[in-house]
Protein backbone atom coordinates (compact mmCIF):
# COMPACT_ATOMS: atom_id res chain seq x y z
CA UNK A 1 0.00 0.00 0.00
CA UNK A 2 1.37 3.77 -1.25
CA UNK A 3 2.49 5.69 2.51
CA UNK A 4 3.14 8.52 2.74
CA UNK A 5 5.87 10.01 5.76
CA UNK A 6 4.82 13.29 7.84
CA UNK A 7 7.11 16.07 7.32
CA UNK A 8 4.80 18.77 8.79
CA UNK A 9 1.63 19.18 10.49
CA UNK A 10 0.21 22.84 10.27
CA UNK A 11 -3.34 22.76 12.32
CA UNK A 12 -3.36 25.96 13.76
CA UNK A 13 -0.36 27.29 12.51
CA UNK A 14 1.18 28.94 9.78
CA UNK A 15 -0.05 29.46 6.23
CA UNK A 16 -3.08 30.60 7.63
CA UNK A 17 -4.35 27.04 8.02
CA UNK A 18 -4.61 26.46 3.69
CA UNK A 19 -2.97 22.78 4.54
CA UNK A 20 -3.27 20.68 8.19
CA UNK A 21 -0.93 18.51 6.90
CA UNK A 22 1.92 17.81 4.35
CA UNK A 23 3.62 14.88 3.41
CA UNK A 24 6.61 13.99 1.50
CA UNK A 25 6.00 12.55 -1.93
CA UNK A 26 9.55 12.30 -4.03
CA UNK A 27 8.87 12.74 -7.86
CA UNK A 28 8.28 15.34 -10.36
CA UNK A 29 4.82 14.71 -11.33
CA UNK A 30 2.28 17.61 -10.26
CA UNK A 31 1.50 18.29 -6.75
CA UNK A 32 -2.05 17.84 -4.99
CA UNK A 33 -3.80 18.67 -2.36
CA UNK A 34 -6.91 16.59 -0.99
CA UNK A 35 -9.47 18.03 1.23
CA UNK A 36 -9.81 16.20 4.32
CA UNK A 37 -13.20 14.83 3.47
CA UNK A 38 -11.51 12.46 1.52
CA UNK A 39 -9.55 9.68 2.45
CA UNK A 40 -6.12 9.79 2.65
CA UNK A 41 -3.89 6.41 3.37
CA UNK A 42 -2.27 6.63 6.68
CA UNK A 43 -4.00 9.74 7.56
CA UNK A 44 -6.97 10.23 9.47
CA UNK A 45 -10.14 12.07 7.61
CA UNK A 46 -11.32 14.35 10.19
CA UNK A 47 -13.55 16.64 7.91
CA UNK A 48 -12.01 19.81 9.67
CA UNK A 49 -14.01 18.65 13.00
CA UNK A 50 -12.86 17.81 16.60
CA UNK A 51 -15.79 15.84 16.73
CA UNK A 52 -13.93 13.57 14.14
CA UNK A 53 -10.47 13.71 15.40
CA UNK A 54 -9.93 10.46 17.14
CA UNK A 55 -10.89 8.21 14.23
CA UNK A 56 -8.56 5.76 13.28
CA UNK A 57 -6.29 6.56 9.81
CA UNK A 58 -7.52 5.71 6.57
CA UNK A 59 -6.59 2.23 4.91
CA UNK A 60 -6.51 2.77 1.20
CA UNK A 61 -6.81 5.76 -0.49
CA UNK A 62 -9.94 7.27 -1.91
CA UNK A 63 -10.41 6.03 -5.62
CA UNK A 64 -9.40 9.07 -6.89
CA UNK A 65 -6.52 9.89 -4.66
CA UNK A 66 -5.29 6.50 -5.83
CA UNK A 67 -6.18 6.55 -9.34
CA UNK A 68 -3.95 10.07 -9.35
CA UNK A 69 -0.84 8.69 -7.89
CA UNK A 70 -1.32 5.37 -10.05
CA UNK A 71 -0.66 8.14 -12.84
CA UNK A 72 2.34 9.73 -11.26
CA UNK A 73 0.69 12.98 -9.58
CA UNK A 74 1.86 13.59 -5.82
CA UNK A 75 0.01 13.86 -2.68
CA UNK A 76 2.01 16.52 -0.80
CA UNK A 77 -0.85 17.58 1.31
CA UNK A 78 -4.07 17.52 3.15
CA UNK A 79 -6.26 20.85 2.45
CA UNK A 80 -8.21 22.49 5.66
CA UNK A 81 -12.63 22.80 5.08
CA UNK A 82 -15.19 24.06 6.55
CA UNK A 83 -15.78 21.61 9.31
CA UNK A 84 -18.43 18.71 8.06
CA UNK A 85 -18.48 20.85 4.72
CA UNK A 86 -21.59 21.93 6.11
CA UNK A 87 -21.08 26.05 5.49
CA UNK A 88 -20.07 28.56 3.15
CA UNK A 89 -17.53 30.57 4.68
CA UNK A 90 -14.71 28.32 4.98
CA UNK A 91 -13.22 29.40 7.98
CA UNK A 92 -12.80 26.69 10.45
CA UNK A 93 -12.05 27.56 14.35
CA UNK A 94 -10.34 23.87 15.52
CA UNK A 95 -7.66 23.32 12.49
CA UNK A 96 -7.63 27.83 11.78
CA UNK A 97 -8.94 29.78 9.71
CA UNK A 98 -7.97 30.13 5.72
CA UNK A 99 -6.55 33.13 4.47
CA UNK A 100 -8.10 34.12 1.18
CA UNK A 101 -4.23 34.58 -0.76
CA UNK A 102 -5.41 36.48 -3.73
CA UNK A 103 -7.95 38.38 -1.69
CA UNK A 104 -6.99 38.21 1.94
CA UNK A 105 -10.12 40.92 3.05
CA UNK A 106 -13.07 38.29 1.73
CA UNK A 107 -13.85 35.33 2.85
CA UNK A 108 -12.07 31.86 1.10
CA UNK A 109 -15.61 30.20 0.68
CA UNK A 110 -16.45 27.12 1.36
CA UNK A 111 -16.40 24.20 1.74
CA UNK A 112 -13.34 23.56 -0.03
CA UNK A 113 -11.65 26.88 1.38
CA UNK A 114 -8.28 24.98 2.15
CA UNK A 115 -8.45 23.30 -1.70
CA UNK A 116 -9.39 26.72 -3.59
CA UNK A 117 -6.33 28.73 -1.52
CA UNK A 118 -3.94 26.27 -1.98
CA UNK A 119 -4.13 26.53 -5.46
CA UNK A 120 -4.36 30.13 -5.68
CA UNK A 121 -1.11 30.64 -3.58
CA UNK A 122 0.53 28.18 -5.94
CA UNK A 123 1.26 25.72 -3.22
CA UNK A 124 0.19 22.62 -5.86
CA UNK A 125 -0.67 22.92 -8.88
CA UNK A 126 -4.33 21.24 -8.36
CA UNK A 127 -6.10 20.27 -5.62
CA UNK A 128 -9.45 18.13 -5.11
CA UNK A 129 -12.30 19.27 -2.81
CA UNK A 130 -16.46 17.92 -2.78
CA UNK A 131 -19.30 19.88 -3.91
CA UNK A 132 -22.45 19.24 -2.70
CA UNK A 133 -24.16 22.69 -2.44
CA UNK A 134 -21.15 25.34 -4.30
CA UNK A 135 -18.67 23.81 -2.22
CA UNK A 136 -16.18 23.63 -5.07
CA UNK A 137 -17.15 26.20 -7.32
CA UNK A 138 -18.04 28.90 -4.65
CA UNK A 139 -14.54 28.89 -3.53
CA UNK A 140 -13.13 29.01 -6.45
CA UNK A 141 -14.79 32.29 -7.51
CA UNK A 142 -13.84 33.70 -4.19
CA UNK A 143 -10.15 32.82 -4.68
CA UNK A 144 -9.88 33.49 -8.24
CA UNK A 145 -8.82 29.74 -9.65
CA UNK A 146 -10.64 27.62 -11.77
CA UNK A 147 -13.31 25.09 -9.99
CA UNK A 148 -15.08 21.86 -11.96
CA UNK A 149 -17.91 19.78 -10.89
CA UNK A 150 -18.29 16.78 -12.78
CA UNK A 151 -21.42 15.57 -13.72
CA UNK A 152 -22.81 13.39 -10.41
CA UNK A 153 -21.44 10.19 -10.40
CA UNK A 154 -18.52 10.86 -12.30
CA UNK A 155 -16.32 10.48 -10.47
CA UNK A 156 -15.92 7.56 -7.93
CA UNK A 157 -16.78 8.27 -4.24
CA UNK A 158 -15.17 5.97 -2.40
CA UNK A 159 -13.65 6.87 0.66
CA UNK A 160 -15.02 9.86 0.47
CA UNK A 161 -17.37 11.38 3.56
CA UNK A 162 -20.24 11.28 3.59
CA UNK A 163 -20.16 7.77 2.02
CA UNK A 164 -24.11 8.65 0.71
CA UNK A 165 -25.23 11.41 -0.86
CA UNK A 166 -27.46 12.42 -3.80
CA UNK A 167 -25.87 15.77 -4.42
CA UNK A 168 -22.15 15.34 -3.81
CA UNK A 169 -19.70 15.35 -6.85
CA UNK A 170 -15.61 14.70 -6.06
CA UNK A 171 -14.31 18.36 -7.79
CA UNK A 172 -11.13 19.45 -9.06
CA UNK A 173 -9.18 23.45 -8.71
CA UNK A 174 -6.45 24.45 -11.15
CA UNK A 175 -4.96 27.56 -12.32
CA UNK A 176 -5.34 26.41 -16.33
CA UNK A 177 -7.47 24.42 -17.93
CA UNK A 178 -5.15 22.01 -19.10
CA UNK A 179 -4.39 21.36 -15.39
CA UNK A 180 -7.98 20.12 -15.21
CA UNK A 181 -8.81 18.49 -18.01
CA UNK A 182 -5.75 15.79 -17.15
CA UNK A 183 -6.37 15.34 -13.84
CA UNK A 184 -10.28 14.16 -15.05
CA UNK A 185 -8.93 12.16 -17.20
CA UNK A 186 -6.67 10.64 -14.76
CA UNK A 187 -9.26 9.64 -12.22
CA UNK A 188 -11.82 9.06 -14.94
CA UNK A 189 -10.50 7.38 -18.03
CA UNK A 190 -13.45 7.68 -20.10
CA UNK A 191 -13.12 11.19 -20.25
CA UNK A 192 -11.84 12.02 -23.25
CA UNK A 193 -10.29 15.22 -24.08
CA UNK A 194 -11.91 17.38 -27.10
CA UNK A 195 -8.96 19.60 -29.16
CA UNK A 196 -11.93 21.28 -30.73
CA UNK A 197 -15.75 21.91 -30.38
CA UNK A 198 -17.23 23.62 -33.77
CA UNK A 199 -19.49 26.05 -33.74
CA UNK A 200 -20.84 27.12 -30.29
CA UNK A 201 -23.93 28.30 -29.19
CA UNK A 202 -24.46 29.85 -25.42
CA UNK A 203 -27.79 30.59 -23.58
CA UNK A 204 -26.99 33.65 -21.08
CA UNK A 205 -29.47 32.64 -18.03
CA UNK A 206 -31.31 36.00 -16.65
CA UNK A 207 -30.36 35.92 -13.28
CA UNK A 208 -30.14 38.80 -10.64
CA UNK A 209 -26.65 39.52 -9.91
CA UNK A 210 -24.63 42.52 -8.52
CA UNK A 211 -24.13 45.06 -11.56
CA UNK A 212 -20.24 44.71 -11.87
CA UNK A 213 -20.24 40.84 -11.93
CA UNK A 214 -23.16 41.01 -14.72
CA UNK A 215 -20.85 43.16 -16.72
CA UNK A 216 -17.56 40.96 -16.35
CA UNK A 217 -20.07 37.79 -17.15
CA UNK A 218 -21.49 39.76 -20.21
CA UNK A 219 -17.68 40.98 -21.65
CA UNK A 220 -16.41 37.35 -20.96
CA UNK A 221 -19.82 35.83 -23.26
CA UNK A 222 -18.78 38.74 -25.83
CA UNK A 223 -14.86 37.73 -25.85
CA UNK A 224 -15.52 33.95 -26.15
CA UNK A 225 -16.78 34.56 -30.03
CA UNK A 226 -20.10 32.04 -28.97
CA UNK A 227 -23.27 32.58 -30.20
CA UNK A 228 -25.13 34.44 -27.41
CA UNK A 229 -28.80 34.12 -26.40
CA UNK A 230 -30.66 34.89 -23.33
CA UNK A 231 -32.73 32.12 -21.75
CA UNK A 232 -34.60 31.79 -18.27
CA UNK A 233 -34.38 29.14 -15.92
CA UNK A 234 -37.79 29.66 -13.80
CA UNK A 235 -37.41 26.85 -10.98
CA UNK A 236 -33.84 27.70 -10.55
CA UNK A 237 -34.96 29.90 -7.17
CA UNK A 238 -36.89 26.33 -5.90
CA UNK A 239 -33.75 24.42 -6.72
CA UNK A 240 -31.79 26.67 -4.75
CA UNK A 241 -34.59 25.78 -1.75
CA UNK A 242 -34.81 22.32 -2.63
CA UNK A 243 -30.79 21.99 -2.57
CA UNK A 244 -30.96 23.43 1.41
CA UNK A 245 -33.60 21.19 2.26
CA UNK A 246 -31.98 18.28 0.38
CA UNK A 247 -28.33 19.10 2.29
CA UNK A 248 -29.87 19.54 5.10
CA UNK A 249 -31.32 15.77 5.55
CA UNK A 250 -28.08 13.97 4.49
CA UNK A 251 -25.87 16.43 6.93
CA UNK A 252 -28.53 15.52 9.53
CA UNK A 253 -28.07 11.26 8.75
CA UNK A 254 -24.42 11.35 8.41
CA UNK A 255 -23.45 13.55 11.60
CA UNK A 256 -26.43 14.60 13.44
CA UNK A 257 -24.93 12.29 16.20
CA UNK A 258 -22.13 14.25 16.55
CA UNK A 259 -24.27 16.95 18.34
CA UNK A 260 -24.21 15.25 21.17
CA UNK A 261 -20.48 15.28 21.54
CA UNK A 262 -20.60 19.06 22.51
CA UNK A 263 -17.47 19.21 19.99
CA UNK A 264 -18.65 20.96 16.83
CA UNK A 265 -18.47 24.17 15.99
CA UNK A 266 -21.04 26.54 16.66
CA UNK A 267 -22.45 27.45 13.62
CA UNK A 268 -22.21 23.93 12.23
CA UNK A 269 -23.80 22.83 15.72
CA UNK A 270 -26.53 25.30 15.29
CA UNK A 271 -26.90 24.36 11.80
CA UNK A 272 -27.39 20.66 12.46
CA UNK A 273 -29.57 20.86 15.24
CA UNK A 274 -32.19 22.80 12.78
CA UNK A 275 -31.77 20.05 10.17
CA UNK A 276 -34.33 17.61 11.14
CA UNK A 277 -37.01 21.00 11.01
CA UNK A 278 -35.92 22.27 7.80
CA UNK A 279 -35.99 18.44 6.04
CA UNK A 280 -38.97 16.99 6.82
CA UNK A 281 -41.04 14.41 5.06
CA UNK A 282 -43.17 16.91 3.37
CA UNK A 283 -40.53 19.09 2.40
CA UNK A 284 -38.12 16.40 0.99
CA UNK A 285 -41.54 15.38 -1.30
CA UNK A 286 -41.29 18.71 -2.66
CA UNK A 287 -37.82 18.83 -3.47
CA UNK A 288 -38.16 15.55 -5.40
CA UNK A 289 -41.44 17.58 -7.25
CA UNK A 290 -39.00 20.49 -7.59
CA UNK A 291 -35.71 18.48 -9.12
CA UNK A 292 -37.36 17.08 -11.93
CA UNK A 293 -38.94 20.18 -12.63
CA UNK A 294 -35.67 21.90 -13.11
CA UNK A 295 -34.23 19.02 -14.32
CA UNK A 296 -36.48 18.96 -17.15
CA UNK A 297 -36.10 23.12 -17.59
CA UNK A 298 -32.10 22.69 -17.63
CA UNK A 299 -32.38 19.81 -20.44
CA UNK A 300 -34.56 21.70 -22.58
CA UNK A 301 -32.40 24.59 -22.54
CA UNK A 302 -29.14 22.11 -23.30
CA UNK A 303 -30.79 20.87 -26.37
CA UNK A 304 -31.08 23.98 -27.76
CA UNK A 305 -27.48 25.31 -26.69
CA UNK A 306 -24.03 23.81 -25.93
CA UNK A 307 -23.63 25.24 -22.25
CA UNK A 308 -25.66 27.68 -20.55
CA UNK A 309 -23.83 30.64 -18.53
CA UNK A 310 -25.18 32.60 -15.72
CA UNK A 311 -22.36 34.07 -12.73
CA UNK A 312 -21.21 31.85 -10.20
CA UNK A 313 -21.99 34.36 -7.30
CA UNK A 314 -24.69 36.31 -7.21
CA UNK A 315 -22.61 39.25 -5.58
CA UNK A 316 -19.09 39.48 -4.30
CA UNK A 317 -17.63 37.25 -1.01
CA UNK A 318 -18.09 39.66 1.96
CA UNK A 319 -15.28 40.39 4.17
CA UNK A 320 -13.78 38.40 6.85
CA UNK A 321 -14.66 40.87 9.55
CA UNK A 322 -18.49 41.47 7.69
CA UNK A 323 -19.62 37.44 8.15
CA UNK A 324 -22.82 38.26 10.54
CA UNK A 325 -25.77 37.55 8.35
CA UNK A 326 -25.61 33.80 7.63
CA UNK A 327 -28.85 34.12 5.44
CA UNK A 328 -26.78 36.69 2.92
CA UNK A 329 -24.06 34.25 3.12
CA UNK A 330 -26.10 31.42 2.13
CA UNK A 331 -27.82 33.49 -0.45
CA UNK A 332 -24.57 32.98 -2.45
CA UNK A 333 -24.58 29.55 -3.33
CA UNK A 334 -28.42 30.39 -4.79
CA UNK A 335 -26.57 30.38 -8.70
CA UNK A 336 -24.84 27.31 -8.12
CA UNK A 337 -26.44 24.89 -5.51
CA UNK A 338 -29.48 24.33 -8.20
CA UNK A 339 -26.91 22.11 -10.50
CA UNK A 340 -26.34 19.85 -7.74
CA UNK A 341 -29.68 19.41 -7.27
CA UNK A 342 -29.66 18.54 -10.81
CA UNK A 343 -26.59 16.66 -11.19
CA UNK A 344 -25.07 18.51 -14.78
CA UNK A 345 -21.44 18.99 -14.51
CA UNK A 346 -20.77 23.06 -13.69
CA UNK A 347 -17.48 25.02 -14.10
CA UNK A 348 -16.57 28.02 -12.43
CA UNK A 349 -13.87 30.41 -14.00
CA UNK A 350 -12.52 33.87 -12.66
CA UNK A 351 -12.72 36.90 -14.14
CA UNK A 352 -11.53 40.26 -12.84
CA UNK A 353 -13.44 43.06 -12.11
CA UNK A 354 -12.28 47.39 -12.46
CA UNK A 355 -13.30 47.36 -8.60
CA UNK A 356 -10.09 44.71 -8.08
CA UNK A 357 -12.88 42.17 -6.41
CA UNK A 358 -13.12 38.29 -7.31
CA UNK A 359 -16.23 37.27 -9.78
CA UNK A 360 -16.70 34.33 -11.90
CA UNK A 361 -18.99 32.55 -14.86
CA UNK A 362 -20.12 29.41 -14.20
CA UNK A 363 -20.71 27.58 -17.61
CA UNK A 364 -23.18 24.09 -17.09
CA UNK A 365 -23.13 21.20 -19.38
CA UNK A 366 -25.25 18.57 -20.41
CA UNK A 367 -25.13 15.18 -18.11
CA UNK A 368 -22.03 13.15 -18.78
CA UNK A 369 -20.90 15.48 -21.25
CA UNK A 370 -18.03 17.28 -19.16
CA UNK A 371 -15.73 16.80 -21.51
CA UNK A 372 -17.42 19.20 -24.08
CA UNK A 373 -17.94 21.49 -21.06
CA UNK A 374 -14.42 22.22 -20.40
CA UNK A 375 -13.26 22.43 -24.11
CA UNK A 376 -15.95 25.37 -24.10
CA UNK A 377 -14.28 26.55 -20.74
CA UNK A 378 -10.92 26.52 -22.75
CA UNK A 379 -12.47 29.13 -25.02
CA UNK A 380 -12.69 31.69 -22.53
CA UNK A 381 -9.52 30.79 -21.31
CA UNK A 382 -7.67 31.12 -24.81
CA UNK A 383 -9.85 34.38 -25.15
CA UNK A 384 -7.66 35.92 -22.70
CA UNK A 385 -11.17 36.41 -20.45
CA UNK A 386 -9.99 35.07 -17.73
CA UNK A 387 -7.96 36.28 -14.20
CA UNK A 388 -4.15 36.09 -14.80
CA UNK A 389 -2.39 34.56 -12.04
CA UNK A 390 0.97 36.15 -11.73
CA UNK A 391 3.96 33.63 -11.13
CA UNK A 392 4.38 35.30 -7.22
CA UNK A 393 1.14 36.88 -5.11
Keep these: MFQFSFINQQRNSAMSAILIESYDAPGDGPTVAVKDCIDIAGSATCCGSRALADVAPARDHARVVQALVDGGYRIVAKANMHELAYG ?33 ARMVDLALGTDTGGSVRMPAACCGVIGLKPSYGRLS ?13 VGIFGREMSVVEHAMAQMDPSFLRLETVGPVSIGAVDVVAAREIAAAVEAALASSGAGIESCRLPAIEDAFQAGVIQM ?38 WAEGVKAAFVAQVDALLDRFAVLALPTLPDFPPRIDDLGDAKAILRLSSLVRPFNLSGHPAISLPLATPSGRPAAIQLVGRRGDDARLCAIARIFADAGSLLQHKEQI
Design 88 to 120: MTGLNKWTGPVENPLFPALMPGGSSSGSAAAVA
Design 248 to 285: AAEASAAYGHLVASGLLGEDVEQRLRGAPAMATVERLA
Design 157 to 169: RVGVMPAKSALDS
